[in-house]
């Protein structure tokens, strides 16, 4: 069965410095990737995906993250980060025949002045 | 606008009571899903529906009931089985297997 494993449940970086989240995942085959944020009391929006297609994803708000198959990762990154990228980022797989995502436990990101 | 509508964003029950949460969608989708989250454990699912008229457990569906009907509407009742019902409840859609799902805004249930 896949899983998906989020590194550290709460990161904090200064405003302008870099932003990274971890995710693994684990799949006998290969999968389908997202990342999702999530804003206090709202539903999740969804950033980017990986559908087996370049491994280097761009998404919106200026975040990517690269598919690694050795790794089994797929992180999530950005340059420079901005006092309105604070929020709780979700990592999830899903599984050729799969139709439901499994998600990981979730990251909260503190921006800090 | 197309999406998904989750009403109403804030419940509150009495315990021993059931609860229906609504979950309608106009983007045509097939699939439906509803999660559930509490802190610090991320999502859990609860139902999944493929198509009209059936549906599958999740990993957590003690306690909770649906229904498929309609395509654009999912209910969930959350009985007096559930022994802790007070979370955030999370509906969702996709068009097909292996695409991104969409979210709704949210139900935040309170049991007293």
């Known amino acids: 069965a896949q899983s998906v494993t989020q590194l550290g449940s709460h990161v904090s970086v200064s405003e302008g410095a870099l932003v990274l989240l971890r995710c693994n995942y684990s799949?006998?085959?290969?999968?389908?990737l997202f990342w999702y944020v999530q804003y206090p009391n709202q539903g999740l929006q969804l950033l980017l995906k990986?559908?087996?297609?370049?491994?280097l994803v761009k998404g919106i708000n200026g975040f990517e993250a690269e598919f690694k198959k050795s790794e089994t990762s797929f992180h999530l990154t950005k340059p420079s980060a901005h006092m309105s990228d604070a929020a709780e980022y979700f990592c999830?797989?899903?599984?050729?025949?799969?139709?439901?995502?499994?998600f990981g436990q979730g990251t909260r990101l503190t921006i800090n002045p | 606008d197309g999406g998904i509508t989750q009403s109403p964003k804030y419940l509150f029950r009495k315990e021993g009571q059931n609860v229906t949460l609504s979950c309608e969608q106009n983007?045509?989708?097939?699939?439906m899903y509803w999660y559930r989250q509490d802190p610090g454990q991320g999502l859990r699912l609860i139902y999944y529906?493929?198509?009209?008229?059936?549906?599958q457990k999740g990993d957590i569906a003690e306690g909770y009931s649906v229904s498929r009907e309609k395509k654009e509407s999912f209910p969930l009742t959350v009985t007096s089985a559930q022994k802790n019902p007070t979370a955030f409840y999370l509906c969702?859609?996709?068009?097909?297997?292996?695409?991104?799902?969409?979210f709704g805004q949210g139900t935040r249930l309170t049991v007293v």
């Open positions: 983007l045509n989708h097939d699939a």
């Open positions: 990986y559908t087996s297609a370049a491994t």
């Open positions: 969702a859609s996709s068009i097909k297997e292996n695409t991104e799902a969409f």
């Open positions: 799949s006998s085959v290969p999968p389908y």
């Open positions: 999830a797989v899903s599984v050729g025949g799969a139709q439901k995502l499994v």
């Open positions: 529906s493929q198509i009209v008229n059936d549906f």
